[in-house]
């Protein structure tokens, strides 16, 4: 966990900042005063006034995050000055988040197995999947939702086995997985839907003599998720579920935004996409072509293994429903046993932990703008069957060394270093293009553009730009700055990466230079830019493999 967030650390400076960290460094500042002002007059930093004024920014998502991104900021760079970077202590929680995932993950694979492999191995690939290692460095909360995900799903998980202890933490878990982001509200039907299938017999013959024997975690969730989102939003406090006269309430506004997102363009096999129906195929195609190919294959070995204890969880269920337990048990005796029987279910809940968040994306009303971030918290578990391949594949390599090699389990870690060295070497590639990079199943970058496959979003390519305009522009030259917002132009230079002179403009007529951002939907900008400078001639062109990423024009 350590490492991955000092690597994080490291390699952030060379990472532009993305739209969405731009309205985020605005409203955690805010925040931050506003807690700055909590422990200096807590009477007045209660009064609603002060609070509406501080939390009215950016509330569309809960707080958590954003409070933690201005906390950091305030202490580590403001007052304590031991981050000399601004962005940094904003982005330092959401990197501490990544760091946290991959220690769930690894204990997560530890605790269902009792072998350290599996979680080792989990973790790795799971850090080590290109998108996720780029938006683990950011201001944002697709990583930290990722790792609330799994705290909340493993702290039930735990308390299937009994104990109050694991069910109070499951419904703490949740209160800050929903105030982190909305994914978190898919969380109850997994623990229902899951319940069902793996007790849907006991349930339904309790059911019968009147007693309906749920989970104890689902009221704590109930009890503690709601007072835990509302208490730690400030600006949930006031007209939560109506207004005094009557109207829809800040909680209403917020469900809102999100159930009725606004469509954003998101090219996908040559189409721009911009509204409803939305291909299917969308997330399966995504994921495809951005996770390691060994991470894919691995996940589908380990699923594999595990087929005899699906066949065992679901039993109850009609046979047509349910592998044939006879037909696949000698067969795949050979790879690997599962682990020692139990009643939570484990294989059938791995399952559901990688297919629940993929759900939406089977509705072709489901927006597909953001890429793969919102789809995540199904990574995890793609890593945990991961780590299941990698245990079966290392036991017959184990039964294959036999007695010619006296240090088996130095044999089982090159195994384990092969293995993930194709996906460090891509995730590694990758930087500082995230989400230019594809997998050599899609021809890598450039068969991801002869594909049609969307070549990057947010606009944060242009600190790939710096030294070109550091070294090229005049004192006081103007730069359009196409998708990139003012606030993360202006984080460049308080960071003192870009030149403080420069001024970002809105209109490629008022600028000395023009940014691109190639992206489907924003051919027009280049023809607006060749009508500007009457010519279509391009200063300088920023690529990855060969793709263009950025282009530059310059005025005459």
């Not at 005094?244 to 954003?264: M, V």
Request: glycine share 8%.
């Amino acid at each position: 966990m350590s490492a991955y967030v000092a690597l994080l650390f490291r390699t952030a400076r060379h990472l532009g900042f993305a739209r969405d960290e731009g309205f985020y460094f605005a409203a955690s500042t805010s925040y931050a005063r506003w807690f700055d002002l909590l422990l200096r007059n807590r009477h007045e930093a209660l009064t609603r006034t002060a609070i509406d004024q501080a939390w009215n920014i950016n509330h569309e998502h809960p707080s958590l995050m954003k409070s933690l991104f201005g906390l950091s900021w305030l202490f580590l760079h403001e007052k304590w000055h031991l981050i000399a970077q601004e962005s940094l202590s904003f982005r330092l929680p959401g990197m501490v988040m990544g760091g946290l995932g991959l220690w769930l993950v690894y204990l997560f694979g530890y605790r269902l197995t009792g072998r350290h492999r599996v979680g080792l191995m989990a973790a790795a690939l799971l850090g080590l999947m290109p998108r996720v290692f780029y938006h683990a460095h950011l201001d944002c909360f697709d990583v930290p939702v990722m790792t609330m995900w799994v705290a909340v799903l493993y702290c039930h998980w735990r308390s299937l086995d009994g104990g109050f202890g694991w069910s109070l933490a499951t419904g703490v878990m949740w209160g800050l997985c929903l105030e982190t982001k909305h994914n978190a509200w898919f969380v109850p039907i997994l623990v229902v839907v899951h319940w069902l299938v793996t007790r849907g017999g006991e349930f339904l013959s309790a059911s019968r003599r009147g007693n309906f024997p749920l989970p104890l975690s689902l009221p704590m969730m109930a009890l503690l998720g709601p007072v835990i989102f509302v208490g730690l939003w400030p600006w949930m406090w006031f007209d939560t579920l109506a207004t005094p006269d009557g109207h829809p309430g800040r909680f209403s506004e917020y469900a809102n935004f999100h159930l009725h997102h606004a469509y954003y363009n998101m090219e996908y096999l040559g189409f721009n996409w911009f509204r409803p129906p939305f291909p299917r195929s969308y997330a399966w195609g995504m994921i495809v072509f951005t996770v390691p190919a060994i991470t894919l294959l691995l996940g589908l070995l380990g699923v594999s293994t595990q087929l005899t204890a699906l066949a065992r969880e679901l039993s109850w269920l009609p046979s047509a429903l349910a592998p044939a337990r006879s037909a696949w048990g000698a067969r795949l005796k050979t790879f690997a046993d599962a682990w020692p029987e139990d009643r939570r279910g484990s294989v059938s809940f791995l399952l559901l932990g990688f297919a629940v968040p993929l759900g939406p994306w089977l509705s072709p009303k489901t927006p597909i703008f953001g890429g793969t971030k919102h789809w995540f918290p199904a990574y995890p578990f793609l890593a945990l069957f991961a780590g299941l391949g990698f245990w079966a594949l290392s036991r017959l390599f184990e039964a294959w060394l036999g007695e010619r090699v006296t240090r088996t389990w130095l044999a089982v870690l090159c195994l384990g270093a092969a293995l993930v060295l194709p996906a460090f070497s891509q995730t590694a590639h990758s930087h500082p293009f995230g989400l230019s990079n594809y997998t050599p199943l899609a021809g890598g970058a450039p068969g991801g553009a002869d594909l049609g496959l969307n070549r990057q979003f947010w606009g944060f390519t242009t600190a790939s730009l710096v030294p070109y305009f550091n070294a090229q522009a005049r004192p006081g030259a103007s730069v359009y700055i196409h998708d990139t917002t003012w606030d993360s132009w202006v984080m460049m230079q308080r960071d003192g990466y870009l030149r403080g002179d420069l001024r970002a403009v809105w209109q490629p007529a008022e600028a000395d230079f023009s940014i691109v951002h190639h992206e489907l939907h924003m051919n027009e900008v280049d023809y607006q830019n060749w009508v500007t400078w009457q010519s279509p001639r391009v200063a300088e062109v920023l690529t990855y493999d060969g793709v263009p990423i950025v282009s530059v024009y310059r005025r005459p």
